[in-house]
């Protein structure tokens, strides 16, 4: 079967159905956190290791929002140096470029997720 015939037979629409955070995170050099085997603070050590990495600016927006944008259960740092991305020119920041893509693909949503992410992040810190 060629691949056209294919594509017809499935519909295009499959194709296109991506679960939520598979969209990104897929282009990332490194695993998507620490192995099973690993230490929990060396999962910490590595996200304070590559936000460190970032401008003093970048770095408190990162931490005042915690996890990526777009694959909310991912810290940011934790796939390396989070990217930062303009949306409706605000600054938002992602785990990695498929995510990036996301994030600009649906400005409202995203503002949406950041605010949330800002609130679930500071009611965090104030509980420690």
Known sequence: MSAGAWVRRVGLAALLAVPP???????????AGPTPAAPAGDADAEVTAE????PPEDR???DA?????????ERLG???PPLKVVVNGQPV????????RTAQADPDKTL?????L?????AGREGK
């Open 93 to 100: 920041y992602v785990c990695c470029k498929g995510c990036a």
């Open 78 to 80: 934790s796939m390396g």
């Open 112 to 116: 949406a997720t950041v605010a949330e």
């Open 21 to 31: 955070g598979v969209a990104g995170c897929g282009g990332g050099d490194k695993p």
């Open 60 to 62: 408190a927006a990162v």
């Open 51 to 54: 936000r460190a990495k970032l």
């Open 65 to 73: 929002q915690e996890w990526c944008v777009v694959n909310t259960g």
């Open 118 to 122: 800002r609130a679930k992040a500071k």
